[in-house]
């Protein structure tokens, strides 16, 4: 009897990495019914994070929060929650899970994008919330943003000043810091006692040919002429900070793992750490076949994404692992693999893929049994 472990990301903009898991797993079974199938939907700090710890830890209670609502919303607020964890002897109080996705994501952007707006305000005030109902330590989620504004409204949400050339209060987002004079940290809220650990999805520096501008800022809605004024812009920022604008994750989420080294926060990889959360080694060490995934494999995916922590896990286990993405960018290093599924050619065409994309997962699932076992 195979025993089979699901371990995919959510498929941004389409299904969350439960769905996904389930849809997969029936496939499998439509194949090979007497299947013993773990499923361990994944995060890597974006997008499904505050999911993952709410399946996973027994008491956790979802907290809502008012926070400003996206760019463009005119001075509107929305509704969104943090995850407050029961308490722990490292953590008396309890830790707040705080996911930017969920506050200030780029899937909060339905209609377009707005790349020099989009601000990190909102992540800061449900900070700020877990904050003021006196938790002990933090995680903070910083995948899938739409900014690139270095932090500096997460920053400014805890009670810093950002101090522009003529005066004024700085614009939201990007714009605020084209005219950048000082930044000052003295009034921000003190870390917690346990202090606060930020989960990342990337290792990219803030600034420079690999940095938060350079690499993200085109599917934020930056044109090609825009990247260069956005990056003077960030090393400006990065100038007012006793902080390397290089270390690994400075750039994740538009320069927000930046702004959290700022304040003293420490970074480490979100898939490593939810992996950790969900004792996935455990359950990929006994596994004949292990099946990760997300919606787009690209050539960013293998440093720090969920399925290239979920294939090097498997690899230590010796069992075979597989891929299912929505698109699998050909540039895309898949060696890690033994199969390789786009949902992208078994539908067709990008379009059929996101009509139905459980029906295709679904295939997927079926098409990998018969591969792999």
Not at 91 to 107: D, K, Q, R
Not at 221 to 246: I, S
Not at 328 to 337: G, L, M, R
Not at 356 to 373: Q, V
């Amino acid at each position: 009897m195979s025993r089979v472990v699901i371990a995919p990301d959510s498929f941004k903009g389409s299904l969350r990495a439960t769905a996904v898991a389930r849809a997969i797993a029936a496939g499998w079974r439509d194949v090979d019914p007497d299947a013993e199938i773990l499923l361990r939907p994944m995060a890597d700090g974006g997008e499904g994070t505050l999911d993952a710890f709410a399946a996973a830890v027994p008491g956790a209670e979802r907290m809502a929060v008012s926070v400003v609502a996206p760019a463009g919303s005119m001075g509107e607020r929305i509704g969104a929650t943090w995850l407050l964890l029961p308490g722990t002897p490292a953590a008396p109080e309890g830790t707040a899970v705080v996911e930017l996705a969920s506050t200030c994501g780029i899937e909060l952007y339905r209609s377009r994008r707005e790349p020099w707006r989009a601000s990190t305000r909102a992540f800061g005030e449900a900070i700020a919330d877990a904050l003021a109902h006196g938790v002990s330590r933090l995680l903070l989620a910083v995948g899938s943003s739409a900014s690139t504004d270095g932090g500096a409204g997460m920053l400014r949400a805890l009670g810093a000043r950002i101090i522009t050339t003529d005066g004024r209060a700085p614009a939201d987002g990007a714009e605020g810091l084209r005219d950048l004079a000082a930044v000052d940290l003295d009034r921000m809220r003190p870390l917690p006692p346990g202090g606060a650990l930020v989960l990342t999805d990337v290792t990219a520096p803030l600034t420079g040919a690999t940095g938060a501008a350079a690499m993200f800022g085109p599917q934020k809605g930056f044109g090609a002429d825009e990247l260069r004024l956005v990056d003077t812009a960030l090393a400006r920022y990065a100038a007012q900070f006793d902080v390397d604008p290089e270390t690994a994750g400075a750039g994740a989420a538009g320069g927000t793992g930046f702004a959290l080294l700022a304040w003293g926060a420490r970074l480490a990889p979100g898939a490593a750490e939810v992996a950790g959360l969900l004792g996935l080694a455990d359950a990929v060490g006994t596994a004949s076949v292990v099946v990760t995934g997300e919606g787009a494999y690209d050539a960013q995916s293998a440093a720090g994404k969920a399925p290239a922590h979920v294939a090097a896990l498997a690899a230590d286990a010796g069992a075979p692992v597989a891929l299912v993405a929505g698109r699998i960018d050909p540039d895309a290093d898949t060696s890690a693999f033994a199969e390789t599924l786009s949902l992208t050619r078994l539908a067709g065409s990008g379009a059929a893929a996101l009509a139905d994309p459980a029906r295709w997962l679904r295939d997927a699932g079926a098409t990998l049994a018969r591969a792999l076992w």
